[in-house]
């Protein structure tokens, strides 16, 4: 498990709107302890931990970055326990897409975010990225590390969960699939702002998600998620090309029931700082 306490800690601390010296203050120990925290240099002590998530308004398993084994924060936890693959193996239809606009010529970084089983995370890695990727369920993550060793594949996966996991590293592309009706209303600002500042100039984010649409229903085998405004992803690229971006309806038969779903897609590209005069991106 990779520990983020010294990111969470500043990153709650800010959200709640601390001064170092505040929350120093309000545990009773210097500000330098607070900014060492922060700065990896040194772990608070275990007996300050309740009161420190408290003062957050977190708890202490998110702010170690640990998700419980018992947490099921959605249902594809259960639905990933069968043998098949829910999803099946095959690519999905963004990838080839995605292939044709940034070809991996040299290795390009790419991260997945909810990766399920693994299948587009795999077909990525097939194809010469250099993949990460992660999910909140366990069994998801299991399965798709299994389809990686079948195919020989190394791919980074890991278990996290969006809502607390920050980007604190660089990547060309970021590529995530009926994944974003997941993160709560309040957090999306904040989460695609961190994705976009860890997109490296001349990258692409290849995104997809469900919106509302009042002539569709909610879908017989609903996984809670909250569907976007028509149109939400989009403004998010103001100050990106946007190389592609649309709104479809179509059929579905997840779950065995036919439905219907509406999805933005939206391939942008990151401007390199010249503008893309001279070496316009990958
Ligand atoms: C509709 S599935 C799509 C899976 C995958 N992208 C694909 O196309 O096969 C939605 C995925 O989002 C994941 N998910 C839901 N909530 C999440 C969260 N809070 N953090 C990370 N992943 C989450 C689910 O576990 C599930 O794998």
Redesign the pocket.
């Known amino acids: 498990m990779e520990l983020r306490l010294a990111e969470n800690i500043a990153r709650f601390r800010k959200s709640r709107g601390y001064t170092q010296e505040e929350l120093a203050k309000r545990l009773s120990i210097s500000s330098q302890a607070v900014s060492k925290w922060e700065n990896a240099q040194s772990l608070p002590d275990i007996s300050l931990l309740p009161a420190l998530a408290g003062l957050l308004e977190t708890d202490i398993d998110t702010l170690m970055g640990y998700i419980p084994k018992k947490k099921a924060?959605?249902p594809?936890?259960e639905r990933y326990k069968i043998e098949e693959y829910y999803?099946g193996t095959m690519p999905?239809e963004m990838c080839l897409e995605l292939l044709r606009r940034c070809y991996p010529t040299r290795p390009l970084r790419l991260l997945?975010?909810?990766?399920?089983?693994g299948?587009?995370a795999v077909f990525f890695a097939r194809n010469g990225y250099q993949v990460t990727a992660?999910?909140?369920?366990e069994s998801?993550i299991e399965k798709a590390k299994r389809l990686a060793d079948i195919h020989q594949v190394e791919v980074n996966f890991f278990r996290?969960?969006?809502?607390d996991y920050r980007l604190d590293e660089e990547f060309d592309v970021i590529y995530?699939?009926?994944?974003f009706h997941?993160i709560l209303p309040e957090l999306r600002r904040e989460i695609m702002e961190n994705y976009i500042a860890h997109t490296a100039p001349g990258g692409m984010h290849a995104i997809n998600v469900f919106v509302e649409k009042p002539f569709i229903p909610v879908p017989p085998d609903s996984?809670g998620?909250e569907n976007w405004v028509s149109g939400e992803l989009f403004t998010y690229y103001r100050d990106w090309l946007l190389e592609e971006c649309r709104e479809t309806v179509f059929d579905c038969r997840s779950g065995g029931i036919g439905h219907k779903h509406c999805m933005d897609t939206v391939f942008a590209r990151k401007l390199p700082e010249n503008g893309g005069k001279e070496n316009g991106g990958f």
């Open positions: 924060v959605t594809y936890e999803w999905g997945e975010v909810g990766c399920g089983e299948k587009d992660f999910d909140v369920t998801g996290a969960d969006l809502h995530s699939s009926g994944v997941h996984d998620g």
